[in-house]
């Protein structure tokens, strides 16, 4: 179905949703959209990855073709800082379209961190690929649209660090040298995003390992909660004051936990349950992103995911700070998919508008 045309939120319209001032008459559109960058400039997520002007293209592609209310820089999300200090990471060759992911984790349980490496976000891996891309996309599109870049929780990167398993069992046995992990995850990803704000970019933080079909909500308030708290606090002393925070899977049981982390817009994804988020985020005056399922996203019809997002942005008419988004668009989904799920936000708005005048 044709999208109707229409620019990008400015700066001002879309601080006015993340500050909860009124339900907005039509809600922020916010896809995920990350190894898909690749698709709309038929390359791979390996490629762009690794290329700041292919990355930079894809960007600005994306934008072309979608006009969202705000880009985030980024393809392999969670790979990025763990690379940079010295993980390895597969990525693939000619027309594999496979995402790049961690092959070698640097650290066991119990090392000594006291000396561990601070990466220099200019130089380290592929940190300054996405920097030169936030700053040549910033210049391209100018200071009114909102940009974010992307950077790690620090329960991802941990992740990323030590793997999964190791880590969690550590979780039980050695707990201080956890939090002694998650601290020094945490000043790697500082110095990431120092390199971001640098840029003129914004902020988003990625740590869906912190999910709870992952981790208990009582070791997410003992492990994780502390560490985001200071690394958010953190954002707003560098003069990042929105820092949405994403967590995918079904967060319901840590929603009042993420609120408690200072992020100003949050998730309730697809296998969220959405009426009890949306009290949350009222109560607190939290922007709540709503997300569709990849899957639909995938392999349904226009119409189809047309008048699923309908039927959220009704769920969420009321609510202020209210944001349609996706879950993580796979690649190659087709692109008339993703535009359904704008126009329906965007007939959302001339419906508002048409009933109040």
């Given at each position: 179905m044709p999208c109707s045309p229409r620019l990008p939120a400015t700066r001002a319209q879309v601080e006015r949703v993340l500050r909860c001032v009124a339900p907005a008459p039509a809600p922020l559109f916010l896809p995920a959209i990350y190894e898909q960058k690749a698709w709309f400039i038929d390359q791979t997520p390996s490629a762009i990855a690794r290329d700041p002007a292919l990355l930079t293209r894809a960007l600005l592609a994306e934008q072309e073709a979608i006009g969202a209310d705000a880009l985030a820089v980024g393809v392999d999300v969670y790979?990025?800082?763990?690379?940079?200090?010295?993980?390895?990471v597969a990525?693939?060759?000619?027309?594999?379209?496979?995402?790049?992911?961690?092959?070698r984790h640097i650290l066991r349980p119990g090392d000594d961190l006291s000396a561990a490496?601070?990466?220099?976000?200019?130089?380290?891996?592929?940190?300054?690929?996405?920097?030169?891309?936030?700053?040549?996309?910033?210049?391209?599109?100018?200071?009114?649209?909102?940009?974010?870049?992307?950077i790690s929780g620090p329960f991802s990167l941990a992740v990323a660090l030590v793997g999964a398993e190791d880590l969690f069992i550590a979780c039980l046995e050695q707990p201080e040298w956890v939090h002694q992990c998650l601290d020094y995850a945490a000043r790697v990803i500082r110095a990431y995003a120092t390199g971001y704000v640098d840029a003129g970019v914004e902020l988003i933080v990625f740590d869906s390992q912190a999910s709870p079909q992952l981790l208990s909500p009582a070791m997410y308030e003992e492990f994780v909660l502390p560490v985001t708290r200071d690394l958010i606090a953190w954002a707003g002393t560098q003069g990042v004051r929105d820092v949405p925070l994403v967590i995918g899977g079904n967060t319901t049981a840590i929603a009042e936990l993420l609120v408690a982390t200072g992020g100003n817009n949050l998730l309730c994804d697809f296998t969220a349950d959405y009426d009890t988020w949306a009290g949350v985020a009222r109560r607190a005056g939290r922007a709540l992103r709503r997300n569709l399922s990849p899957h639909l996203l995938e392999t349904g019809t226009p119409d189809a995911i047309y008048a699923a997002a309908r039927e959220e942005i009704a769920r969420g008419a009321t609510l202020p700070g209210f944001i349609m988004g996706t879950a993580v668009i796979p690649f190659g989904t087709p692109l008339e998919n993703v535009l359904a799920v704008k126009q329906a936000c965007r007939d959302a708005g001339a419906g508002a508008a048409q009933a109040s005048g």
């Open positions: 790979n990025v800082e763990a690379e940079a200090v010295g993980c390895e990525f693939y060759e000619g027309k594999d379209a496979s995402i790049p992911g961690i092959t490496a601070i990466p220099h976000p200019g130089r380290a891996g592929r940190m300054p690929v996405n920097l030169e891309a936030a700053r040549n996309v910033r210049r391209a599109l100018g200071g009114e649209h909102w940009i974010r870049g992307a």
